[in-house]
């Protein structure tokens, strides 16, 4: 019995300082998605330098925002381009006046990938604040840029860059990420980005 309590313990335990992350959780959108290339597009030859159109949608298939992408090199689906947002679970945003925030990533790889990711934040009167945009090719740079939203700094974001290290764990490898630097940090004063 005192061997089942301490197992309950630990992992009640381990749960509470999993919970307590410093960054806010995004998740894959149940609101908003990216409408595929055409698949004409595809089998042309024209297609190779020519771009085209893809659209961020809601869930009425109302077009929000455009992108242009090469049809023969943007990667679609999860984990490659798509479309992510805070939790509906996380607790109030410490951005002043702001409901929400939307991540598009797009991913075209010809010999390289590049990355391109968009970051919007939805105040209360449900007006899209656009956040400078990212770009990176994570071959180039063996390192992946992103913006972190913390708790505990209310109304600025960090746009930090990670190297990714190949790490190993038994006879498991992996790839991780180490900390290389804070690029710039954005201050929200609740209606206007400013950069520090």
Known sequence: M??????????????????????????????????????????????????????????????????????????PGLGISYVSEISRYEPKLSLKDINNIVTVQIVQCNIICKYTIYYWLINTKNEWIELPVIEYSYEEENAIK??????????????????????TSGKTGFTAQEFQCTLKYLNWDGITLSEE
């Open 2 to 75: 005192k061997k089942a309590l301490l197992i309950l313990f630990l992992f009640c335990f381990n749960t509470i300082l999993l919970g307590q992350a410093n960054f806010y959780g995004f998740q894959v959108s149940p609101k908003y998605k990216l409408t595929t290339v055409d698949s004409t597009l595809l089998i042309s030859d024209i297609s190779e330098n020519k771009k085209t159109s893809i659209f961020l949608i809601d869930h009425k298939g109302n077009k929000l925002k455009e992108f242009k992408v090469y049809p023969r090199q943007y990667k």
């Open 146 to 167: 992103d913006y972190y939203f913390q708790y505990d700094m209310t109304n600025q974001i960090r746009l930090d860059k990670y190297k990714m290290v190949e790490s």
